[in-house]
């Protein structure tokens, strides 16, 4: 579990019915033109649902780790 997921999950409060747990889940896809082309996933978000009433909020960890484009991901997938 990355940090920005450990401090999700530390400091979740449902905006809907206040509830303090929470579920993960991380969804990659693919961008548009080349990178669909050849399926490279490099946008990626984080699903956030409410255990207790369903709610989801999504979030671009990308954002809250501070980064701000996206070449550094592209550089990763060419050259690992």
Do not use: W
């Not at 999950?9 to 303090?20: P, Q, R, V």
């Not at 990659?28 to 699903?47: C, E, P, R």
């Amino acid at each position: 579990m990355s940090k920005v997921e450990e401090a999700i999950k530390a400091k979740f409060k449902c905006t809907k019915c206040s509830g303090s747990e929470c579920k993960m889940k991380e969804l990659a896809m693919t961008g548009s033109g080349l990178s669909k082309l050849l399926d490279i996933q490099h946008n990626h978000y984080l699903f956030v649902s409410c255990r207790n009433c369903g709610y989801v909020e999504i979030f671009d960890p990308n954002v809250l780790e501070g980064k701000k484009g996206q070449l550094s991901s592209f550089l990763d997938v060419l050259f690992g």
